[in-house]
């Protein structure tokens, strides 16, 4: 395509005819007003800034892995994404490399009537400009959509180096120019390591990180880092995401409950917390903990923290 508006044009024929255009029948607010109203909280999450997109998030987010990665329940997924959107989560991050784009699939068609209710962020794991091209096209035609919120390099130092985002034709150019384009609203990067996602926000001005935090600091590299990438990030007006609160459930199994590491990792500084769900009855536990969350102290961090890393 030569400009934004053919893309979008194209995507949005396309889309028409394969799915259709529906109506938002029972969701939007009046679905959230009862869900809200049959919670035990009782109410909305809290927000926060998403660093300087200007997408206030909630604190609580629905990250599309476990569940809603499987292509074989479809329908589960389906109604785990409709009931996060009635309960005020409004940031969804998924990536084509999730389920081999079931994820997307699965999300596309959860949103597609309800595209404005929800800040969506998806990755390119080819780390090239014509590859992300290609990536970009499909992860649009399975969200339904023809606009993507937030954009992200997935995994710097494990699917490709900051270094090649920096040559000639890479996905950075590819970003930039789906950006000029329309075709997405805000640049990010992902990953595990405090260090390589600091240099990353400091040689380029991403708008929002992706970054591992858990009580056990398992699949968090360079730890010694966090400090100095939580600076950056507040210097550069940077929203941080935080992911693997868990560890996929492994840190339940020693012992700890999600009562106690979703606060873990909600305080720290970071505008949400992403967790893939694998039932309904997880994701509204999830809510209420995010609803009711108050921050803890350096001595409760310390405590938690000794659990799981025993």
Known sequence: MSNGCDRRTFLKKSLATTAGIGLVGTTGIFAKTKAWATEPANGPMPVRPLGKTGHQVSI????????????????????????????????????????????????GAAI???????????????YTYDGTMRLVDQSLHRLQTDYIDLYQHHFVGHFGQLEDLQKENSARQAFERLKDEGVIGNIGVTGHSSRIL?????????????????????????????????????EKEVGVIAMKVANRGRLLEKGLSIRQLLPYTMSYPVSTTIMGISAIPHLEEDVRIASSFEQLSEEEMAEIRAVAQG
């Open 60 to 107: 609580f987010s629905l990250g599309g892995e476990t569940t809603i990665e499987m292509a074989d329940r479809h329908d589960e997924a389906v109604e785990i994404i409709n009931r996060a959107l009635d309960l005020g989560v409004n940031y969804i991050d998924t990536a084509a490399w999730y389920g081999n784009g079931a994820s997307e699939l699965n999300i």
């Open 112 to 126: 597609k009537d309800r595209r404005d209710e929800v800040f969506l962020a998806t990755k390119s794991h080819d």
């Open 198 to 234: 600091s240099d990353a926000l400091q040689d380029y001005p991403y708008d929002c990180a992706l970054i591992t935090i858990n009580a056990a600091q398992v699949v968090m590299d360079d730890t010694d880092q966090l400090d100095r990438f939580f600076e950056i990030a507040k």
